[in-house]
């Protein structure tokens, strides 16, 4: 069993940073893609990031893509988003996922595990 929690969410100024921390109880993720969504009021849940088990392949949104950075440490069971020059509307709840296959890590429908989601809110 994987249990996904969340942390580092919280309101920031457009053009600051937060960092997003996912962590694992249980079952160890150095197994699993990861990867984090993000849904707005109004909106449905969207692809933000994912990672392969290894940490060598990742992948982006493109209205994320140069601004936001995921990695993993497996050694601590943990998944990282870093989130540089925030705008207004990356303003969402931010959900951890674990265990999509590899060759697909867009589709939220792929991933068996979710965390419960962190609030980042930008002001502009």
């Known amino acids: 069993q994987v249990q996904l929690v969340e942390s580092g969410g919280g309101l920031v100024q457009a053009g600051g940073s937060l960092r997003l921390s996912c962590a694992s109880s249980?079952?160890?993720?150095?197994?699993?893609?990861m990867g984090w969504f993000r849904q707005a009021p109004g909106k449905e849940r969207e692809f933000v990031s994912a990672i392969r088990r290894s940490g060598d392949h990742t992948r982006y949104a493109d209205s994320v893509k140069d601004r936001f950075t995921i990695s993993r440490d497996n050694a601590k069971n943990t998944v990282y988003l870093q989130m540089n020059s925030l705008k207004a509307e990356d303003t969402a709840v931010y959900y951890c996922?674990?265990?999509?296959?590899?060759?697909?890590?867009?589709?939220?429908?792929?991933?068996?595990?979710w965390g419960q989601g962190t609030q980042v809110t930008v002001s502009s």
């Open positions: 996922a674990a265990g999509a296959p590899e060759w697909s890590l867009r589709s939220a429908s792929d991933y068996y595990y």
């Open positions: 249980g079952r160890t993720i150095s197994s699993l893609t």
